[in-house]
Structures are given as structure tokens and as C-alpha cells.
């Protein structure tokens, strides 16, 4: 895994430098405000030896920074290779931090030592040097570096999501596909005009499927559009089904995910016995207040087995649901009708 924590949102190798170079410069900039602000001043003009004890103070300040904040962002290099885990938790975040900031404490402290080697006459242990040491470095590369896992999780998420939506529209995709395919192969040997009729409704319909099978969700009018060609479809194979949909939902401004109509109607179809005489009816309605589509239908089961199927179709539907708005389905099974309440997807609600 590449890990450069000044290009966690993905920028440039470059614009990743200048932010290393130029988090490197304020790291020394604050180290020399805070070595002045301990009085130690500019000496005299005149005093050849203070200048120049004054200039190696300053050249030796930078270079301890530069060496403890390297040092500091191959201990965080470390820590993230070490602990990463794309299941991340603030818990995590937390541990993380504290050995980041025990890793810039035990760093610092390796440089005092070394320092009291190299200039064994010198004070070299300074605790307010020390501290303010620590705190810059840890401050900075702990920005970073939380900067850098924050992105990184929310872009293994989203590539997660990503990954479990195309799937279920693959399913479902693949779904509509064989059940079509197999009505027109019947159509074909029963009645030629008809398989006519209902394969040039399903190139249609498929153009549709092939035209909004990258988005994760689509307008609400666009669907109903789609549901009008699929009940011309459904009629060519079944003239005992009757499909009313709210006008409101015509003129309701909403996002929803792709076929979600058409699976919800082909599940009380393939589920529900349907006669002229007893006819499968299905309401598709809007639910204003709970800001919600309602898909019912009058109840007569084909067999308790083929009932139980549909629960799969549902989770699926419902897991597409809460991965792209953090909402559920609604299911109600009752003595007589069955329904099925999917929310209505603004695009502020869509998280991926």
C-alpha cells in the first residue's frame, strides 16, 4: 500500500512535495518563535563570537526539526501500514494517535540524547524545549496523518458501496433479462404477432436498462416512463392484471434506483395466482407524509414455498436502499394484501 500522507485526497506527486516541504517550514518556523520567545535575542553587532554562536543555535534548532518531523512521518507511515483496516472505527483513530504521539516522544528524546553526546558541556535537556518539541511535531503529523485516514476510509466505503450496488444491478438486470426472454420464447411458438408486439416493447424497455445502468439512481419520472412501457409488456403476457399508479407520483420531483417499480410489480406477479375472473390488482402510490411509494397488491399465493422466495428479492432490495441513502423498505403482509413502502431518494440523501 502506498502511503504518502500529504496526498491522501488523491492530489499530485507535486502538490504532495510542496505540502511536505511546506509543512517542514512551519515546523521550524515555530520551533524558532518559540526558542526567541525564550529570550534568547540577537547578540550585539560587535560580538563576533555571540553571532556566531547565535547562527549555529539557529542552523542546529532547524536541523533537530527537520530530522524529528521525518522521523515523525515514517513513524505515522508505519502506524497506518500496521493497523490500517478498511472496517475502520474512531476507536482506531484513537490508538493510532496515542502511539503516533509515543513514537514522536521517543524520537525526540533519542535526538536529546544524541545531542548530549555530540556537545556533552551543553544543557541538554531543556523540558519546555523538549515539550514544545513534541507538540509541534505530534500536531502536525497527527493533522496529517488523520487527514489521510479519514479520506482513506471514506474512499475504501465509497469503493465498497460502489462494488455492492453494481452487483445488485447486475442481479437484478439479469433477473428481468431471463424472465423476458423466457415469455418471448413461448410467444414465439404460441403467437408470432404477439412475440413481435412484446420483443419490440422489450428492446425498449432494455434500452432503458442499457442507458441507466451506470447510475445508482434515476428520476422518479424516468422510472414511471419505463413502468408505462413495462405494462404494455406485461399485457402482451397477461390480460388478468390491472397496474393503477398515483398521478401525484408523475409530478413529484424524487430519485430512485433503477427498476425498482418493475421488480416490485414482477414479484406479485410471479407470487400471486391471477384469473379474469379474480384479477391481480396493483396499486403503485404515493405516500406523501412518510414520504414514501407504496406498492400493493391483493393477496392469493401460488404456494407457501415460491411466497418464502421473494424475502431474497426484498433484502436485496432493501440492502441497495441502504447503501445508497441509509434508508430501509417497508414490508406489510397482511391477510389480504401484501405492500412494499420504498422511500422517496432525495439527492441530498444519496451518499454514494
Not at 491522501?8 to 512551519?26: E, F, I, M, N, Y
Not at 474512499?155 to 418471448?184: C, G, P, R, W, Y
Not at 433503477?258 to 421488480?263: A, D, K, V
Amino acid at each position: 500500500m502506498n502511503i504518502n500522507i500529504f496526498s491522501a485526497d488523491g492530489s499530485k506527486p507535486g502538490v504532495a512535495l510542496r505540502r511536505h516541504l511546506l509543512t517542514l517550514l512551519t515546523a521550524v518556523l515555530l520551533n524558532l518563535a518559540f526558542w526567541y520567545l525564550q529570550g534568547i535575542g540577537a547578540p550585539d553587532a560587535g560580538e563576533s563570537e555571540g553571532l556566531s554562536s547565535f547562527l549555529m543555535d539557529i542552523v542546529s534548532t532547524v536541523i533537530e526539526t527537520i530530522i524529528l518531523m521525518e522521523a515523525s512521518f515514517a513513524v505515522s507511515r508505519l502506524v497506518i501500514k500496521a493497523f490500517w483496516k478498511v472496517n475502520y472505527s474512531f476507536a482506531s483513530l484513537v490508538i493510532q494517535n496515542i502511539i503516533l504521539l509515543l513514537g514522536v516522544i521517543l524520537i525526540a528524546g533519542l535526538i536529546s540524547l544524541g545531542y548530549a553526546y555530540l556537545f556533552p558541556e551543553a544543557e541538554w535537556l531543556s523540558w519546555d524545549v523538549f515539550l514544545c518539541d513534541v507538540l509541534i511535531a505530534y500536531f502536525l503529523t497527527s493533522l496529517f496523518t488523520s487527514a489521510y485516514l479519514s479520506n482513506r476510509y471514506q474512499m475504501e466505503k465509497s469503493l465498497a458501496q460502489q462494488t455492492t450496488i453494481e452487483k445488485l444491478k447486475l442481479k437484478t438486470d439479469n433477473h428481468f433479462v431471463f424472465n423476458s426472454l423466457a415469455t418471448l420464447g413461448t410467444l414465439i411458438e404460441t403467437d408470432p404477432e404477439a412475440a413481435s408486439e412484446f420483443n419490440s416493447s422489450m428492446s425498449r424497455m432494455y434500452r432503458y436498462i442499457v442507458s441507466k445502468g451506470d447510475a445508482n439512481v434515476v428520476s422518479l419520472s424516468e422510472e414511471l416512463a419505463f413502468m408505462e412501457e413495462y405494462k404494455k409488456n406485461l399485457s402482451v403476457r397477461h390480460d388478468d392484471i390491472v397496474i393503477n399508479v398515483d398521478e401525484r407520483l408523475k409530478r413529484h420531483d424524487s430519485l430512485i434506483p433503477p427498476l425498482t417499480l418493475q421488480g416490485l410489480v414482477e414479484n406479485a406477479v410471479k407470487h400471486n395466482r391471477h384469473t379474469r375472473e379474480n384479477p391481480l390488482v396493483i396499486d403503485i402510490s404515493l405516500d406523501a407524509e412518510k414520504e414514501m411509494i407504496t406498492i400493493s397488491n391483493n393477496k392469493s399465493p401460488v404456494s407457501r414455498s415460491i411466497e418464502d422466495s421473494s424475502h431474497s428479492g426484498l433484502s436485496t432490495l432493501d440492502v441497495r436502499y441502504r447503501t445508497i441513502c441509509g434508508k430501509g423498505i417497508s414490508v406489510t403482509d397482511g391477510p389480504e394484501t401484501f405492500s412494499v413502502s420504498v422511500p422517496l431518494i432525495k439527492q441530498s440523501d444519496v451518499t454514494c
